[in-house]
């Protein structure tokens, strides 16, 4: 994915995303990956950010107390 992409969707400015993707690929070169810069795997990007986002949905969820409220 291009840094464009990314910004497109998780609706982040042009220079937030190349944040991103530079973190990412730090991960990945760290796992002994070969990067490109200014681009990030499309499968580690959607696996890093859906897993965050769920992660903080499933906390709020939690604390608002609404799973409680339906059982």
Do not use: H
């Amino acid at each position: 994915m291009k840094v464009d992409e990314v910004a497109q969707e998780l609706g982040v400015s042009k220079s937030y995303a190349y944040k991103i993707v530079q973190k990412l690929n730090e991960e990945l070169k760290n796992k002994g990956f070969l990067t490109i810069s200014g681009r990030v795997n499309k499968q580690n990007f959607m696996e890093r950010t859906c897993k965050q986002f769920l992660k903080r949905w499933t906390v709020l969820i939690r604390r608002s107390g609404i799973i409680s409220s339906l059982i």
